[in-house]
């Protein structure tokens, strides 16, 4: 089979962690396989006593007599054949052979089972439906336990393969995870897995279960005739071919009904994440369009899967039915012609019985009730493996900044930041194909420890992409970073993380009190530090008057705060990590200009002894005294650097241009 036996082969690798269970549960099915043969088996008394007027002793003592008496025509044919006739012989000697087999269960039968069976037909009949009763009930209970105990192995398994998706994506990279989105990570460990649930279920319950039922009454099927049983077992391969052809649909058809699924993620993620401005633009009819249209494209797939699904059960069925009538048809003939050959061929031992035909009829139409029931969760299962490919799909996927296989050891920072000669293109194409433009092209900075250097250039100009680089949200295409002489693809990432600080425009805080968004930069800080950190940031002033101080949970997205105390919070986190080096991206641009002015004296004190990165489209005049230097971009390159001075000297019009407010041009 294609990669679909490898999903198999990883979901068994989950199972075997829980093995214990799963032997168990395999005990419990092979118990209830055996009850369900057994009970079908009992067709055979019923049929004697009721319709052959035998009580079973006699009947067994005549099946006894009988053969014994075959075995005795049969040796008698033997001592008349000559020695030279040696097919003939063979021939006779095999047909002993297994009437001596019979001859050897019957005696044992006689024996052991019947000394147990009453003598009165009524009383026979009754004792067969008290003992069909006690393994009905007795394998209801073993059905009882199996899937009590396959549904833990399904759960444990299932959080298994979750944990490790969540794990997984964590591991990526933004530009990765960006492409993939939220949406579609969401429903994948939502309802991609949940149809995994199913499936690994069924496969638990329905399909160790069912085809230990069939095998069962099959072996019993070959004991009764194995001549009419195999007859029956030759037409297997054609379900083997409905299945396959259903197979194949049905996974094409689950994989489209998943991307639409995700598709309403997207959709619904996307309306409400944006409530305020669908509600201000009253945009519910464009996004109501959306909606419609992602769930009109799922109800098409879930259609075409019911449909896969309605056709396969009934066609899979009539297959089914045709093998048993593959063995029936002559069954019936070699009863009704009390003969044991068509066509010259030999189908039994001797001419059947009535009550052998009613068994073996029992016994294949229990082989076909299993495959019933497994052509009726073979849809589950193909959804189930569609989702699981799309799950280990994610759980497979490798990051684009891999961590070094040997890390160098990176001490605090603390003499220069080089981007050398640094290209970087962002991936994918625009809607004609055409690959994106470079977003950075061959950039060269040096920075100093301790710099304060602002980042300033136009919308679009790659400021955001070039100080993406340091922590290694993406690596450059072309050139490396380094920080003291050291590539930093060469350090472990965390390691480099956790020396740098990041302050974005849009401040992103957990649904936690303020206390834990701020710990956030550094678990291992105590509460001293955390005061000291909020303090720093100016943030303790209005922390201290909220009713419940830095235990106040600050709402999804830090909804309950202002956006300058957010800014604050978010500050004091990245005060609260100690790093030596600092990114603020935009921190200062859409802030009201107290907030400026905090942060303006948050970073005059807590620049010192670090390298901070101000990246920014306006520079504020209010700055000009930290800044030590200033680096000019635009469409991707870096069109100047230097101190205020310099970039006076050499490029005033790109100052100009930028409308860097410096004083002497205010002056002017
Ligand atoms: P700045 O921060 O200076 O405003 P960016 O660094 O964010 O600019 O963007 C630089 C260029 O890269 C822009 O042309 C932008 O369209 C493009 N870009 C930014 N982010 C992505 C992304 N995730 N995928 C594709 N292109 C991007
Ligand atoms: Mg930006």
Redesign the pocket.
């Known amino acids: 089979m294609d990669g679909s036996m490898q999903n198999y082969v990883r979901i068994s690798l989950y199972v075997f962690r829980y093995r214990k269970l799963v032997t168990l549960s395999v005990v419990c099915a092979l118990v209830v396989s055996a009850f369900w043969a057994m009970n079908l088996s009992l067709a055979f008394p019923v049929v004697k006593v009721l319709f052959e007027n035998d009580s079973l002793h006699e009947f067994v003592d005549k099946e006894i007599a009988a053969r014994q008496a075959t075995i005795a025509e049969h040796s008698a044919t033997l001592q008349k054949l000559p020695e030279s006739d040696v097919k003939r012989r063979a021939r006779v000697q095999y047909l002993m052979g297994e009437q001596s087999g019979y001859v050897l269960m019957l005696t044992r039968i006689r024996n052991s089972v019947l000394p147990w069976v009453p003598q009165d037909r009524f009383d026979t009949m009754a004792a067969i439906l008290a003992i069909l009763l006690l393994a009905t009930v007795v394998k209801g209970m073993f059905i009882y336990f199996q899937e009590l105990l396959v549904g833990s192995i399904v759960q444990l398994t299932v959080n298994a393969i979750r944990q490790d998706c969540f794990r997984a994506a964590l591991r990526l990279d933004i530009?990765s995870l960006?492409n993939i989105g939220t949406p579609s990570l969401m429903s994948r460990m939502t309802n991609d897995i949940e149809q995994m649930t199913q499936a690994i279920r069924v496969f638990g319950v329905t399909l160790v279960r069912e085809p230990l039922k069939a095998g069962a009454c099959t072996i019993w099927a070959f004991f009764v005739n194995w001549r009419l049983a195999l007859l029956s077992v030759t037409m297997v391969p054609l379900l083997g071919l409905v299945f396959n052809f259903f197979g194949k649909r049905l996974r094409r058809a689950s994989h489209r009904t998943m991307e639409s699924m995700a598709r309403i993620y997207e959709c619904i993620a996307e309306t409400f994440g944006a409530a305020r401005i669908v509600i201000a633009f009253s945009g519910f009819r464009k996004h109501r369009r959306q909606f419609l249209k992602a769930n009109r494209d799922y109800y098409t797939g879930s259609m075409k899967i019911v449909m896969l699904g309605a056709l396969s059960r009934p066609i899979s069925e009539t297959m089914g039915v045709l093998c048993v009538f593959a063995a029936l048809a002559p069954g019936a003939y070699l009863v009704l012609r009390q003969t044991d050959t068509i066509l010259g061929i030999q189908l039994a031992a001797e001419p059947m019985s009535i009550a052998e035909l009613a068994t073996l009829y029992a016994l294949l139409a229990g082989t076909l009730d299993p495959v019933r029931k497994l052509s009726s969760v073979f849809e589950q299962i193909k959804r189930g493996m569609a989702g699981c490919e799309r799950v280990f799909g994610l759980i497979d996927q490798r990051t684009t900044v891999p961590e070094p296989p040997t890390p160098r050891v990176l001490i605090p920072h603390n003499s220069l930041i080089s981007f050398r000669n640094v290209s970087f293109r962002?991936?994918?194409t625009d809607t004609e194909g055409i690959p994106?433009?470079l977003?950075l092209r061959n950039i060269s900075l040096d920075i100093r420890f301790g710099e304060v250097i602002a980042v300033v250039?136009?919308?679009?100009?790659?400021?955001?992409?070039?100080l993406?680089l340091l922590p290694r949200f993406m690596d450059p295409a072309e050139g490396q970073v380094l920080i003291d002489g050291i590539d930093i693809r060469e350090l472990r990432t965390s390691e480099l993380r956790s020396q740098i600080g990041l302050v974005t425009q849009e401040t992103f805080l957990f649904n936690d009190t303020i206390y834990e968004n701020i710990r956030y930069g550094n678990p291992t800080a105590t509460a001293e530090m955390i005061h000291q950190a909020a303090e720093k940031a100016q943030a303790a002033g209005f922390i201290n008057q909220l009713p419940e101080g830095y235990q106040t949970v600050i709402g999804e997205k830090g909804g309950r705060l202002s956006g300058g105390q957010r800014q604050r919070i978010a500050l004091a986190r990245a005060i609260v990590r100690n790093p030596s080096i600092l990114i603020l991206?935009e921190a200062t641009s859409a802030v009201d200009s107290h907030s400026e002015d905090v942060i303006h004296t948050v970073l005059k004190d807590f620049a010192v002894g670090r390298t901070v990165f101000i990246?920014t489209?306006s520079l504020s005049s209010a700055f000009l005294d930290l800044v030590t230097r200033i680096a000019v971009?635009e469409h991707?390159q870096l069109r100047a650097v230097g101190t205020v001075a310099e970039l006076q000297q050499h490029a005033p019009s790109v100052l100009h241009m930028l409308q860097v407010d410096i004083p002497q041009t205010r002056a002017a």
């Open positions: 530009q960006g962002y991936e994918g994106r433009p977003a250039g136009g919308n679009g100009s790659g400021k955001s992409t070039l993406s991206d990246i489209h971009l991707g």
